[in-house]
């Protein structure tokens, strides 16, 4: 990370958490999305990941990646929200509606987290004309010619990006695999 | 209307040209893999006032705020962890081999070298965007968040350029309404092209700028 926008986080100064959240909030907001499934907790907890993050900035090392460790602090505020919304039901179930937001019916799928956020994390280093192809085939499940026509792009446009894109993913999330075993 | 893609041909798209040559333990993996890319939590985004709301719960202060990671227990957990992310990863080995030099190549920046607050046009009057940019081996590297604008009907979408005092524009890439944090890459300098623009483009096949621009701004060393 740039060293002076984090010497401006550090001093809780507007532009250096702007910096890091442009650099890291949507990491941060889909590792508390995951464990929490509901758009306003996530919120909260991505609010609480970077004020913890800021009490304790004057100990990171500024030569480290600092995503895993704003991942670790996304799930632990995640999970402490968790909890506390876990303890806090006052209504039989009986009574509530099965879709009702407030209804908890999974606990946290905690093994996957790391996985969750090292996918969303090369997704975000993509270009967004390849990210898009990229969402529009697993997420959308469309094939290539179907992305064309919804895009207005030649087929064999679509293929190389999206030969380029699944390369790069391979690639970011190799790198990654690689570093972890240090 | 064709078919969806099968769950084996998205995992080839991850696999690409190692595909024909992974273990049972591998397949499993890529498995991993592409169930993540499908699910829609992998891709959630963030309301675009989360921004002004974590400035102002960190520059405000938090007296409840519980400090309970530093950086040194998250590297003893990064290798406690470490198994976990090889089970979800290791399938990608092959291809990381392979493009190694990528990796460096994108991952090479040093902090934001360019910043550009962009103002809207009489087009989209609600909006404003600010642009960070990276260089790296592999190009610039630019984080734009922009708010404010309008959902686009189909067969519309957003378009970034750099422009030159010559007039001579670059594309940069393409975005939906909804992507309120987009990342998008130059191949040009934007010390050489200092003005960025963000237009509406429609899928006619025209890859000329439309002119219909929505937001503007010039790019300034960071």
């Known amino acids: 990370m740039d060293p002076d926008a984090l010497d401006a986080f550090r001093r809780r100064e507007g532009s250096g958490v702007r910096a890091l959240y442009r650099e890291y909030g949507n990491l941060v907001y889909v590792v508390a999305h995951r464990v929490l499934g509901r758009h306003d907790l996530a919120e909260e907890a991505a609010q609480q990941t970077f004020v913890r993050a800021c009490q304790a900035a004057d100990r990171i090392d500024v030569d480290r990646d600092p995503a895993p460790w704003l991942a670790t602090i996304a799930k632990r505020a995640a999970i402490d929200i968790y909890r506390r919304e876990a303890r806090r039901s006052t209504t039989a179930l009986a009574d509530v509606a099965a879709n009702d937001p407030s209804v908890v019916t999974l606990p946290p799928d905690l093994d996957v987290l790391d996985a969750v956020w090292h996918v969303r994390r090369a997704i975000d280093e993509l270009p967004a004309e390849e990210a898009t192809i990229v969402r529009l085939q697993h997420l959308d499940g469309m094939t290539q010619t179907e992305i064309a026509e919804k895009l207005g792009i030649a087929l064999g446009t679509i293929k190389s990006r999206s030969h380029r894109a699944h390369r790069k993913l391979a690639a970011l999330l190799g790198h990654l695999r690689s570093s972890s075993n240090d | ?222």
């Open chain 2, 1 to 222: 209307m064709t078919d969806r893609p099968t769950n084996e041909e998205r995992e080839a798209l991850i696999a690409g040209d190692q595909a024909g040559a992974l273990g049972p333990d591998e397949v499993a993996e890529l498995a991993l893999m592409a169930d993540l890319l499908a699910d829609p939590s992998t891709w959630v985004e963030p309301d675009a006032g989360l921004e002004d709301a974590v400035v102002r719960a960190v520059v405000g202060g938090e007296p409840d705020a519980i400090m309970g990671v530093t950086p040194t227990a998250t590297l003893a957990h990064r290798r406690a962890a470490s198994r976990r992310r090889r089970f979800a990863l290791s399938a990608l080995a092959p291809a990381a081999a392979i493009a190694i030099g990528a990796v460096v190549a994108t991952r090479g920046g040093t902090g934001t070298d360019f910043r550009s607050q962009l103002s809207a046009t009489a087009l989209a009057p609600g909006a404003r965007a600010s642009a960070d940019v990276t260089h790296s081996r592999a190009g610039f590297r630019i984080s734009l968040v922009a708010r404010g604008l309008s959902p686009l009907p189909q067969g519309e979408y957003y378009q970034a350029w750099l422009k030159n005092a010559g007039g001579t524009l670059v594309p940069i890439g393409t975005f939906s309404s909804s992507d309120a944090h987009v990342t998008l890459w130059s191949g040009v300098s934007p010390k050489d092209f200092p003005t960025i623009t963000v237009t509406i483009e429609a899928t006619d096949n025209d890859q000329a700028s439309s002119n219909r621009r929505v937001l503007v701004g010039e790019v300034r060393a960071g």
